[in-house]
């Protein structure tokens, strides 16, 4: 199983960015997908989850009417619109999937697998 997330970079604040997350070797769809991103040094934050048909998806309060979370699961992949960003968003972020519920826990310890993370930087 591979999780491989992309489309990180440097953006502007109040700038917009589009996050991937493709995954290989797994029933994509019996798979719940979330994004968690991290600071170094600081614990990891929830950002989005969204269950394994696309119909339901949950946020974190810090990116909440910001973000959207959406899935391709004919290409299977999940995407992180990523809009009017704010320094704050500076971080890795990771891709993870969770087997058996429609959303990921928000604490991001019942994983199954997990993605190398892709940097984003806010910055003018």
């Known amino acids: 199983v591979q999780l491989q997330a992309s489309g990180g970079g440097l953006v502007q604040p109040g700038g917009f960015l589009r996050l991937s997350c493709a995954a290989s070797?797994?029933?994509?769809?019996?798979?719940?997908i979330g994004w968690f991103r991290q600071i170094p040094g600081l614990e990891r934050e929830f950002v989005a989850t969204i269950s394994g048909n696309g119909i339901s998806a949950l946020y974190g309060r810090s990116v909440k009417d910001r973000f959207r979370i959406s899935r391709d699961n004919g290409q299977n992949t999940v995407y992180l619109q990523m809009n009017n960003v704010k320094p704050e968003d500076t971080a890795v972020y990771y891709c993870?999937?969770?087997?058996?519920?429609?959303?990921?826990?928000?604490?991001?310890?019942?994983?199954?697998?997990w993605g190398k993370g892709t940097l984003v930087t806010v910055s003018s």
């Open positions: 993870g999937a969770e087997g058996d519920t429609y959303q990921v826990r928000t604490d991001g310890i019942g994983m199954d697998y």
């Open positions: 070797g797994l029933t994509f769809t019996k798979y719940a």
